[in-house]
T-cell receptor, first 112, second 113 residues
Framework: AQSVTQLGSHVSVSEGALVLLRCNYS??????LFWYVQYPNQGLQLLLKYTSAATLVKGINGFEAEFKKSETSFHLTKPSAHMSDAAEYFC??????????WGLGTSLAVNP | DAGVTQSPTHLIKTRGQQVTLRCSPK?????VSWYQQALGQGPQFIFQ???????QRGNFPDRFSGHQFPNYSSELNVNALLLGDSALYLC????????????FGPGTRLTVT
C-alpha cells in the first residue's frame, strides 16, 4: 500500500536561508508524487509534480524537488526563503491514477 | 479560465442536521474528488465521481454521499451530522486521462455545534 511520511511537522528558517522539507514515500509501483502548498484558510495549490520524467522537478515560486528512487524520497527545496513562503506544505502520492494519499503536512515558518 | 469553485465558503450546522456542499470543476475537467481535512491534518479522500457515478471511495460511512451532474459539477451530502464532521471540505477536479493531477477549490469550512 502507498503511504507518505513527512519528516518534521514544523520547520523554521530565516528569510534568505535554504528551505528543505522532507518527504519519503512507500509504493509498490512507480509512484506519481506531488507537493502542494496551503495558505491559511485556503485550498491546496499544486507546487510541482513528478510523473516519471525528469527526476529533478521545478515548480512554481522557485521550489524544486528531486525524486530519488534509491532513497524513496521526494524532498522539496528552495534556495532562498521568502516571508511569503510561510504556509503548510503537503506531500502526496497518487494511487492507481485516481486518489491521492497525503502526508500530515509540514508547517513552514520564515523568520525575518 | 475559471478554476475550481466551491460553495458555500463557511457553514454552521447543529448535530443531527444534514448538509449539502457544492463544487464546480475547472473548465475542461470531468472528474471530481472530495476530501475532508480536519484541523492540523492532511486531507482524507472521501470519494471520486466520473460520468455521474462514484468511481472510488475512501473509508467514510454511508452518511457521506455525493452526486455528479451532467455538467460535471458535484455535490457532497452529509447526513446526521456529528461534531467530528467539523472540517474543511475540499473539492478537486481533474481530467479522467490525468486524474492524479488534481486542482483544488478553496474549500468549505463546516462547523458542527
Amino acid at each position: 500500500a502507498q503511504s507518505v511520511t513527512q519528516l518534521g511537522s514544523h520547520v523554521s528558517v530565516s528569510e534568505g536561508a535554504l528551505v528543505l522539507l522532507r518527504c519519503n514515500y512507500s509504493s509498490s509501483v512507480p509512484p506519481y508524487l506531488f507537493w502542494y502548498v496551503q495558505y491559511p484558510n485556503q485550498g491546496l495549490q499544486l507546487l510541482l509534480k513528478y510523473t516519471s520524467a525528469a527526476t529533478l522537478v521545478k515548480g512554481i515560486n522557485g521550489f524544486e524537488a528531486e525524486f530519488k528512487k534509491s532513497e524513496t524520497s521526494f524532498h522539496l527545496t528552495k534556495p532562498s526563503a521568502h516571508m511569503s513562503d510561510a504556509a503548510e506544505y503537503f506531500c502526496a502520492v497518487s494511487v492507481g491514477n485516481r486518489k491521492l494519499i497525503w502526508g500530515l503536512g509540514t508547517s513552514l515558518a520564515v523568520n525575518p | 479560465d475559471a478554476g475550481v469553485t466551491q460553495s458555500p465558503t463557511h457553514l454552521i450546522k447543529t448535530r443531527g442536521q444534514q448538509v449539502t456542499l457544492r463544487c464546480s470543476p475547472k473548465s475542461g475537467h470531468d472528474t471530481v474528488s472530495w476530501y475532508q481535512q480536519a484541523l492540523g491534518q492532511g486531507p482524507q479522500f472521501i470519494f471520486q465521481y466520473y460520468e455521474e457515478e462514484e468511481r472510488q471511495r475512501g473509508n467514510f460511512p454511508d452518511r457521506f454521499s455525493g452526486h455528479q451532474f451532467p455538467n460535471y459539477s458535484s455535490e457532497l451530502n452529509v447526513n446526521a451530522l456529528l461534531l467530528g464532521d467539523s472540517a474543511l471540505y475540499l473539492c478537486a477536479s481533474s481530467s479522467v486521462a490525468n486524474s492524479y493531477e488534481q486542482y483544488f477549490g478553496p474549500g468549505t469550512r463546516l462547523t458542527v455545534t
